[in-house]
């Protein structure tokens, strides 16, 4: 099979890029360009795609002796990933851009790519299972490692994507994949894990988000009583369940705790409550995203609403492109514009971003 192996210039991916030679796959080493003003240089652990970067990922292709290319994917990224994490803000919703990136970027700019230039599939560096089924269909399931597991933010692909996908690491743990790589003499084999949002280098998600929007004042309000507490520069840069960082004015509180409850973007208010506030048990998702066929009636599965959140038990049914979840127990701090992504034991079901969410008693 030729397989395009998508290499970041990290640990993950040179392992999955080698593991794939090794099954016997012609593999062609790619490194996705998405900075239209690549850094020369990382920043401790934070950001990813610079020249070094690329400058790694040529160093493990020339290890493993396969061909290696640079596809510039910088304006898709930038259209995609960037401005609708800008749009999601500004408009009260809370986005995840590496689920976003792998939607749009990954698994549908690079494969749809590949697969006009006569490759047959994807390998990647991310943590999760392909598991083939008799029938010959292909299920995604969790990593073995779960402190490493990827499934969440690969809930978004569809059974055609995952037809064409390969996930080599997800049957190891991540310090046995350090140890191969050094094996294999990667230089990379001890290079630190990118985190954070890979567009945001410095980690300052309000700040780079001030620079595109501007300062918009606006009041903080208490959802209960109704009276303004404090004021922002900018409803934007508050998600629901945020505690740190919201400036208020505490003569007019008692002493619990604050969280933002809700960001209204219309009236560019953000409104807080006390912790009793934030549980939810009901969430309505769009843009609904099955792994197989949408389940038929009321289905158990378990759901997850942050790429490191806890799974907790639902119910859920397809309505259309629409999903709908009913929790077992609350959870707090969830928000419009994150995913719900729905599991059957290990295996991903779907996913679905949150529109809406509610208490029902």
Not at 59 to 84: N, S, T
Not at 272 to 295: F, M, Q
């Amino acid at each position: 099979m030729r397989v395009v192996a998508a290499m970041s210039g990290g640990v993950d991916s040179a392992v999955a890029a080698g593991r794939m030679l090794d099954a016997g796959h012609e593999v062609v080493g790619v490194h996705l360009a998405l900075s239209q003003s690549a850094a020369t240089l990382r920043e401790s652990a934070r950001g990813c795609c610079t020249i070094e970067d690329a400058g790694d990922a040529r160093r493990v292709a020339d290890v493993l002796g396969i061909p290696f290319y640079v596809w510039d994917m910088a304006a898709r990224f930038k259209r995609d990933v960037m401005e609708d994490f800008v749009a999601e803000y500004s408009a009260g919703r809370t986005p995840n851009p590496c689920l976003r990136c792998n939607e749009k970027i990954k698994f549908s700019a690079l494969l749809d790519k590949a697969l006009a230039l006569g490759f047959d599939a994807v390998a990647t560096g991310h943590y999760a299972q392909v598991v083939e089924r008799p029938d010959g269909g292909r299920e995604l399931h969790r990593a073995v490692d779960m402190a490493k597991d990827q499934s969440y933010v690969l809930g978004v692909l569809d059974a055609d994507q995952l037809a064409r996908a390969f996930f080599p690491l997800g049957d190891t743990t991540k310090p046995d994949i350090r140890a191969e790589a050094k094996e294999r003499g990667f230089y990379v084999a001890s290079k630190p894990d990118s985190h954070d949002i890979c567009f945001i280098a410095d980690g300052d998600t309000r700040g780079w988000l001030t620079s595109r929007l501007g300062e918009q004042p606006g009041e903080i309000v208490d959802a209960e009583s109704g009276e303004v507490v404090g004021s922002h520069q900018g409803a934007y840069a508050y998600t629901v369940g945020q505690r740190r960082g919201l400036g208020l004015d505490r003569s007019a509180l008692d002493g619990d705790p604050r969280y933002v409850v809700q960001v209204d973007a219309a009236a560019n208010r953000v409104l807080i409550g006390t912790s009793d506030l934030l549980g939810v048990n009901a969430i309505r998702g769009d843009h609904a995203r099955w792994c197989g066929p949408p389940p038929e009636g009321v289905v158990e599965v378990g759901a997850q609403v942050r790429a490191h959140g806890e799974e907790v038990p639902a119910q859920a049914w397809a309505d259309g492109d629409d999903v709908e979840v009913r929790l077992s127990g609350r959870l707090r701090g969830v928000a419009p514009g994150q995913s719900v992504v729905l599991y059957e034991g290990t295996r991903v079901v779907g996913s679905a971003t949150i529109a809406s969410t509610w208490l029902e008693r």
